[in-house]
């Protein structure tokens, strides 16, 4: 009895072993939404889980509305920083709310606290044995009168894409693959990606809806296949464990 008691505990002590864990911070884009039955908004690290066998587990720790300036300053970096352990991998994507410049609390210069945040993110997962990913915020719907897709996003994504090159981090240039999605379903078509309804169309916004921004699910799972696909291409030995369980 002892033997079979020792030989179950191995087994299950292998089973855990051999897990993945991912932990994903960001803002809304990428957060987890409230009433996901009900809600039609979705992050696209809400619907990670759906691209990965089931030998990785998923923490979103994204949040509606954080840049790296508040994501830090009200501690939600440290509540992640303290539980990250060898081999966990940590996806990072801010830039939408450090881009308010009206907001105090929020925004940051994308040369100066952008890229400190970001390389404290970096060297601190690094510290912990942990294995960080940078992502370009995902384009908004932002179409001009001539149909041309118009970033919005100033100097962040190059920003990222710079900590990613000086201190080698894998990086998937979101911006870049969203627009491509954008423009490929057209400025009338594109709508369906994104949060357009009408009032009464669905339950949940009852006055209608026009979010540019902001997910739907079918655009969650579009961006959330570009983040994985991309992923898949990178040439980094860091990802291989990663890259064996995600599902073809």
């Not at 060898?86 to 410049?101: A, L, S, T």
């Not at 890229?115 to 992502?135: C, D, M, T, Y």
């Not at 900590?163 to 490929?184: I, R």
């Not at 959330?224 to 030995?237: M, P, S, V």
Request: proline fraction near 4%.
């Amino acid at each position: 009895m002892k033997r079979i008691c020792i030989l179950i505990m191995l087994i299950s002590l292998n089973c855990f072993a051999q897990k993945t864990t991912i932990y994903t911070i960001g803002d809304s884009t990428m957060a987890d939404k409230i009433k996901p039955e009900e809600n039609p908004e979705t992050g696209w690290g809400q619907v990670l889980p759906l691209f990965f066998n089931s030998d990785v587990i998923i923490y979103n720790r994204a949040v509606n509305g954080r840049s790296t300036r508040s994501f830090i300053a009200e501690k939600k970096w440290e509540a992640v920083y303290k539980v990250l352990k060898p081999g966990d991998y940590v996806f990072i994507q801010f830039g939408h709310n450090d881009e308010k410049i009206a907001d105090s609390t929020r925004y940051t210069n994308p040369h100066t606290t952008y890229r400190h945040n970001l390389i404290q993110f970096v060297k601190e997962s690094r510290e912990k044995g942990a294995i960080p990913i940078l992502f370009s915020s995902i384009a908004r719907r932002n179409f001009n009168e001539n149909g041309v897709l118009v970033s919005s996003h100033g100097e962040y994504p190059l920003e990222t894409r710079l900590v990613a090159q000086e201190y080698k981090v894998p990086f998937v240039d979101l911006e870049y693959y969203s627009e491509l999605l954008e423009t490929s379903y057209g400025s009338e078509k594109s709508k369906a990606l994104h949060l357009h309804f009408e009032p009464n169309e669905v339950a949940y916004y009852p006055e209608g809806k026009s979010d540019d921004t902001h997910l739907s699910k079918k655009g969650a799972l579009a961006i959330a296949g570009l983040a994985i696909e991309q992923i898949k291409l990178l040439n980094d030995k860091s990802l291989d464990k990663l890259k064996k369980k995600m599902k073809k």
